[in-house]
């Protein structure tokens, strides 16, 4: 039931971090990974590791903040593939500023590449998925899908709503055979969470002292949740939110 062989998946920022670790998980399953991205190089770098693996993937780039770009994203990958079956609603980027710093601009530049693309990428594969008699959809929230930040007021609003956007997709498209759900990976070490460690005083030792788990996620950690949520196991699970974060979430 957790076969993919013969499903092709689109997973929006698949070129790195996160992304890259649920890529690999659904390439081992037996998809076809389409990779998306702005960077090609980084792409094409992403297609060389998880071609191991089989399946033929792909990098194809793509704005996926820019309707036109989405639209030919989705085209050519239907083209290039014959349908499309999954999609991982990945690419996200964060300004950490308090929210009497932050500009308008950041704040749209945020909102645009977290929660808009997720929405333009989802409305994008409804046709495909609705003739395929199926799809899923797994959108990337955050532990600030649950918590504050004073440090992330943008962030944390686009993740919300990217935990919202998720439960009003699911009850919309569930009678699709359409199922919608989202990942909240907690601290996972990324170079968007190096990063933060840089900006955010002792925030390394915050993380360590609260999850259980004793240390702070791999990108690989969300293969399984990613392979699940593709595959039949999940055919009756749908505008979940799934916290993928060693125990952080679960305790005071």
């Known amino acids: 039931m957790f076969d993919l062989n013969g499903k092709v ?48 993937p792909i990098g194809l780039q793509a704005d996926v903040t820019d309707e036109a770009s989405v639209e030919q994203l989705f085209a050519e990958t239907a083209r290039r593939c014959g349908r499309i079956d999954i999609l991982v609603n990945n690419a996200g980027t964060n300004i950490r500023k308090p929210a009497q710093a932050l500009s308008l601009a950041e704040w749209k530049t945020v909102m645009d590449t977290n929660l808009t693309s997720a929405f333009l990428c989802s409305r994008a594969a409804y046709p495909h998925f609705k003739h395929a008699g199926g799809g899923k959809v797994i959108n990337i929230g955050s532990m600030l899908s649950i918590f504050g930040a004073s440090f992330a007021p943008v962030y944390g609003a686009s993740k919300g709503g990217v935990v919202q956007l998720t439960k009003s997709l699911a009850a919309a498209w569930a009678t699709d055979h359409i199922q919608v759900n989202a990942v909240l990976p907690g601290w996972i070490d990324t170079e968007l969470t190096q990063q933060a460690r840089i900006d955010v005083a002792g925030l390394n030792e915050r993380v360590l002292a609260r999850t259980p788990a004793g240390r702070w996620g791999r990108a690989d950690d ?22 993928v974060d060693g125990g952080y979430s679960m305790q005071v």
């Open 222 to 243: 969300l293969a399984g949740v990613a392979v699940f949520l593709a595959s039949a196991a999940s055919d009756f699970v749908t505008g979940v939110a799934i916290p």
């Open 9 to 56: 998946a689109i997973v929006t920022g698949g070129n790195g971090g996160i992304g890259l670790g649920m890529a690999r998980g659904l390439a081992q399953a037996g998809a076809r990974v389409v990779v998306a991205g702005r960077n090609a190089d980084k792409s094409a770098q992403a297609v060389v590791e998880l071609a191991a693996f089989g399946g033929e």
